[in-house]
């Protein structure tokens, strides 16, 4: 090899290392976000959760939240989403959009967490996971103020959409065809619409402790109406 060829190599090597040093770093900041955000809402959700028994989490995307909650409480947990985008615990049990592939009260209680914008339908969801669990613990970004609606469309592009994409294009998550869309944002009254369409009550209300202009993050406990 001539001296030109074996400096073009070195400078490719080097490059091809620099790349590699950059995608791990980008990954465990990645992962290190994914673990602090669980375990605020994992803070938020346990209080809310019954003591032992099974738990389904429904879009439980990178499994951080449910890793989170198997630390703190005693429950057991079994994840589900539309696409295998895991990256802490076990994989999830794939699912359709609106469709749970388990039995009729399988579970004591179902979170959907960060999910209902998702969905075609948030009310099919809610159905669904009511037949599935007797409770529903929500946790979902609200709008709030004038500019909550455009406000939660560009975040949930910026965290959702946009985050999904750098973390597959790093080697984070699976490199599945499937990104966050948001379809829909939700003000309060919404999800109570929502949980009401799908034969659900409000039983229990917590408001975001640190309300952002546009609105908060707030946590809805639900139960079966009859």
Do not use: K
């Not at 879009?59 to 890793?67: A, F, V």
């Not at 975040?155 to 599945?176: D, K, Q």
């Not at 309300?211 to 406990?221: A, E, H, I, M």
């Amino acid at each position: 090899m001539s001296a030109d060829g074996r400096t073009v190599s070195r400078r490719a090597a080097g490059d091809a290392g620099a790349s590699s040093r950059i995608g791990a770093f980008l990954r465990a900041r990645l992962d290190r976000a994914a673990a602090q955000r669980a375990g605020r809402i994992a803070a938020r959700v346990a209080p809310h959760l019954p003591v032992g028994g099974r738990v389904i989490d429904i879009g439980s995307g990178t499994g951080h939240n449910t890793e989170a909650l198997r630390a703190v409480t005693a429950s057991s947990f079994v994840e589900t989403d539309v696409v295998d985008m895991h990256v802490a615990g076990p994989a999830p049990v794939l699912c359709a959009d609106g469709a749970l592939p388990f039995a009729d009260n399988a579970f004591e209680a179902a979170l959907v967490l960060h999910v209902l914008q998702f969905p075609t339908d948030a009310t099919v969801l809610l159905r669904e996971a009511g037949r599935v669990a007797p409770r529903i613990i929500v946790l979902q970004s609200t709008v709030g103020g004038p500019a909550g609606h455009a406000a939660l469309v560009v975040r949930g592009f910026l965290f959702g959409r946009l985050a999904f994409r750098i973390a597959r294009a790093v080697g984070y998550v699976a490199p599945t065809p499937q990104a966050l869309r948001v379809l829909r944002v939700f003000s309060r009254a919404d999800v109570r619409a929502a949980a009401a369409a799908a034969g659900l009550r409000v039983t229990a209300f917590e408001a975001d402790r640190f309300p952002v202009p546009f609105g908060g993050r707030d946590l809805f406990v639900l139960e079966r109406a009859e």
